[in-house]
């Protein structure tokens, strides 16, 4: 049996998933961490406290998979002694080019992995993107905007009046009224209600290029926007697959503990 970890370094956050061999055991996400916390990590992992620690048992330094986007953050852990850092050269997908993101190739990888292609994957993190393949895993195409957060975030710090919102990052909240009467509920409105429009629009687009294609839904605003989808669109929603562990789902497929191993 092989024990290893996966981690994807995002533009926020950091996410982790635990495998045994091919198996994935668990997924999570964690705050950034130190360059001190990655050296202590190498020699005395069990000490950290991950939500494995108790039924993973645990040799030092742990075989971990890198896939990043942010290269300060790649360079931080690169000092990782048991590291392999996946490239968009290892991802088995055609009619890539040079300044793909690691991350929607992986999750778009993934989907094919899960659901077969042709796939549509929509990523709800701090972008939005969108990335689709054929059925012979070429990379068609898609695109990218602000995620749900990042507009929040933008409208607070870019105007003089409007205030921060929260959007439940637990619980999925209610969808919004579209025509709201105070401001932070006009400002919930306009993002969920904007955002949802686009997903309707590009899935559906899909849907009509590709009447047995399969759409995934992942990121970390993807619990939150599937059940607003859910209220708006249920037709559509039962179409899309929420998988917020997809970009992890792939990456067994790249023999990475084999090649680990020493």
Known sequence: ?????????????????????????????????SAEAIAQFATKPAVLPLPISADFPWQA???????????????LWQSYPAHRLITLANVPLTNTYATLGIDRALALWGAICRLGAPVLVIDAGTALTFTAASEGNQ??????????????????????????????????????????????????????????????????DWLLQNPNGAIALTGGDAP???????????????HIQLDPALIFRGIPALQYPKIMES
């Open 61 to 75: 330094p742990v075989p971990l998979a890198i896939a990043s986007v942010v290269p300060e953050q790649t360079r």
């Open 139 to 204: 990379l068609l195409g898609g695109a990218i905007l602000p995620g749900l957060r990042l507009q929040q975030q933008a409208l607070a710090k870019d105007t003089a009046a409007l205030p921060a919102v929260a959007f439940s990052p637990g619980e999925p909240e209610v969808l919004p009224s579209r025509w709201a009467i105070d401001t932070p509920t006009a400002i919930r409105s306009g993002i969920l209600h904007t955002l949802l429009a686009g997903i309707q629009d590009f899935a559906t």
């Open 224 to 238: 939150l926007l599937h059940h607003a989808l859910q209220q708006r669109n249920p037709t559509l929603a039962a």
């Open 1 to 33: 049996m092989s024990l290893w970890l996966a981690l994807a370094i995002g533009n926020s956050r950091l996410h982790w998933a635990a495998f045994s061999d091919d198996k994935l055991l668990r997924s999570w996400d964690s705050d950034y961490w």
